[in-house]
């Protein structure tokens, strides 16, 4: 068993006590149901505050969970999906009163966030929403849409000014219960420098908190005394990836550099399985046919306009299958689109639109059982009518000539036929 599937059944059982069904929680983290409501966040992100979420839980760390700055929910409803009973959630945004949208970043709607609330969560219970500028907002009144609960998850992703970066990370600290986790947005974003200097003023004027990790965009921080402790276990799961473990010096700050997994690998039952095509996979090769490159971190690329999988479906999963596909064209500013036809067993799947900007794809077929309720092979094919290569474009002096790329396919058993 490898280290990262241990770790995963250390601290992410199939079942928890949380407050809402595990079956949600799954299919927005782990099934691209996060990618149905707009907005901004990576994947990992998702995995990385699933993992802390297992942390606190595992350490009894108990509390509310706050966002500045929700847009539309993408990352809000997965806060809300970490909640466990008795715990509260508070949304903070000035929605369309865009007076106080000093930076222009994301017109919100609030008749488009409630509803994409109702629709993932199924209830308002225990959800609070608060229209107004985080300048204007008091620490009493937090408490007060609380109830007096300290927090335990703290996302700031508002107004990007320095101003407003440091009063948000000012009044995180101030509610925030000890081995709390605050997450500021956009900290390596250039087009939004602020955030990093009102982190920096920030942390030159407060003592009880301290960044510990940085990932995807986001900065990290918790209590001082819980540092050393969140930043030993999210190292093991760094380590389970990556032989090159990554601390950075921020301000005098030893900070960790995180890789996280796809959060697809972490949700599996008996009746599915999961092939990973990542250098960092047992086999990433053993699948993969004619047209690929070699194997990376993420995935693998195809080179060239033609790529093929042969999979031997393993002989556990019996009936009808369900496939899941997993991958991104090689799409860039220079080049933004690119179409990509799929086969499966010689009939078309689906012609993709890939465009810049966009996170990795997800596209599903239906296999029907064979003869014996079983399975033998599967064959997949890609078509990339043009695919391109860095040199190309002009990009770097890499010749592949790429177009799809494939980080994994899964399988599950239909229990709706």
């Known amino acids: 068993m490898s280290i990262l599937k241990k770790i995963v059944n250390l601290f992410w059982p199939l079942s928890d006590s949380g407050l809402f069904p595990f079956e949600n929680k799954a299919d927005y983290?782990?099934?691209?149901?996060?990618?149905?409501?707009?907005?901004w966040l990576s994947s990992h992100t998702l995995a990385l505050v699933h993992f802390i979420d297992r942390f606190q839980q595992n350490n009894t760390i108990r509390g509310s969970v706050i966002e500045i700055g929700v847009f539309h929910g993408r990352f809000f409803i997965a806060l809300c999906l970490l909640l466990r009973r008795g715990e509260r959630a508070l949304a903070v945004d000035v929605f369309e009163d865009q007076e106080f949208n000093l930076d222009g970043a994301g017109i919100g709607d609030y008749g488009i966030f409630s509803a994409n609330l109702l629709n993932?969560?199924?209830?308002?219970?225990?959800?609070?929403?608060?229209k107004s500028d985080s300048l204007k907002i008091q620490i009493s009144q937090l408490i007060k849409e609380l109830s007096g609960q300290k927090v335990r998850l703290f996302s700031i992703d508002g107004c990007h000014t320095v101003q407003h970066t440091e009063n948000d990370l000012m009044l995180a600290s101030q509610v925030i219960e000890v081995g709390g986790v605050i997450i500021l947005d956009d900290f390596e974003n250039r087009d939004w420098p602020g955030v990093a200097e009102g982190a920096n003023q920030f942390l030159q004027k407060v003592g009880n908190v301290i960044p510990i990790v940085i990932a995807y965009n986001k900065l990290y921080l918790t209590t001082i005394d819980w540092a050393a402790r969140y930043q030993a276990f999210i190292e093991k799961i760094v380590a389970a990836q990556t032989d090159n473990v990554e601390y950075l010096d921020i301000w005098g700050h030893r900070v960790l550099r995180a890789l996280m997994p796809i959060p697809e690998t972490l949700f599996l039952s008996d009746r599915q399985v999961r092939i990973d095509f990542s250098s960092l996979s047992p086999e990433p090769r053993k699948y993969l046919g004619s047209g690929w490159s070699f194997s990376e971190p993420w995935g693998v690329w195809s080179d060239g306009g033609i790529a093929e999988l042969i999979i031997e479906v393993p002989k556990s999963l019996r009936g009808d299958l369900r496939m899941i596909i997993a991958f991104h064209g090689y799409v860039t500013e220079q080049y933004p689109e690119m179409t990509i036809n799929i086969q499966v067993n010689t009939q078309p799947v689906e012609m993709v639109c890939c465009?810049?900007?966009?996170?990795?794809?997800?596209?599903?077929?239906?296999?029907?059982?064979?003869?014996?309720?079983?399975?033998?092979m599967v064959w997949v094919r890609f078509d990339i009518p043009q695919p391109k290569s860095p040199k190309e474009l002009g990009l770097a002096r890499d010749s592949r000539v790429l177009g799809v790329g494939l980080r994994s396919i899964f399988f599950e058993e239909c229990c709706d036929g």
């Open 120 to 130: 993932r969560l199924g209830t308002m219970e225990n959800i609070c929403i608060l």
């Open 29 to 39: 983290f782990s099934r691209a149901g996060h990618k149905e409501v707009e907005g």
């Open 355 to 376: 465009r810049f900007g966009e996170e990795y794809q997800t596209r599903t077929c239906i296999l029907p059982a064979g003869r014996q309720g079983g399975h033998d």
